[in-house]
């Protein structure tokens, strides 16, 4: 299987013609067309698929825009064959990158049910970053070694940073849909019907009250 590179700088953009020079085999002839009969020339698809490549990068829509002299929040490309070349390349990306639900759901979930006592050896020291197990290096959002002292009296601090633990809880919920049961609760209501004479005297206690409080404020 051929991978596609993703470009990281704008140099590599400039050399995407030779990348897409044979782009009418990989797109799919219905999206070659726009909502009318115009039909797309090499330059206004090598145009899009520049912006397609400014996505994929992370780059924002109003940034692209500007980069590519369009009016920044004119939005992205609205034709099919944009639509469908994006969609091309992010599922290309993810095949060759491995990128699955599953793994996914298995890397939050390292972060949200990591135990603290993994960087720590029996005798109660810390754990050297480079004999941590894979869950445990995987639930790391940073490492900071700081050097303390100087000449011969000096040591060194390893301090971890943990990704945050309520956050994978709540996303590994919804992701299982385990609020469900909760958002579908139904709030059982008793209405209980009253005479028309109960009612009149119900009226005629709230009017009574008001009243007597504006009295009591003059």
């Not at 953009?13 to 990989?26: C, K, P, R, T």
């Not at 920044?72 to 639900?101: F, H, V, W």
């Amino acid at each position: 299987m051929t991978t596609n590179k993703l470009p990281h700088d704008d140099e590599a953009l400039d050399d995407l013609s030779e990348f897409f020079a044979d782009i009418d085999v990989a797109v799919p002839q219905a999206a070659q067309n726009t909502k009318g009969s115009k039909k797309y020339n090499k330059t206004d698809r090598f145009k899009e698929d520049v912006f397609v490549e400014k996505v994929l990068q992370g780059k924002a829509i109003t940034d692209i825009n500007r980069e590519m002299g369009r009016h920044p929040t004119s939005g992205p490309p609205r034709n099919e064959y944009y639509k469908q070349r994006l969609a091309m390349r992010q599922a290309n990306l993810a095949s060759d990158m491995e990128i699955t639900s599953e793994r996914i759901l298995k890397e939050m979930a390292k972060i949200a049910f990591i135990d603290p006592r993994a960087f720590y050896n029996e005798d109660g020291t810390p754990v050297p970053v480079h004999m941590l197990d894979d869950d445990a290096a995987a639930s790391l959002a940073a490492v900071e070694v700081h050097k303390l002292g100087k000449d011969q009296d000096w040591a060194e601090v390893v301090k971890y940073r943990h990704h945050d633990k309520l956050k994978a809880l709540d996303q590994l919920g919804k992701s299982f849909n385990i609020y469900a049961a909760d958002n579908e609760r139904k709030v059982d209501v008793n209405i209980k019907e009253v005479s028309d004479t109960e009612r009149a005297r119900r009226v005629a206690f709230v009017l009574q009250e008001a009243v007597r409080a504006q009295q009591e404020q003059e």
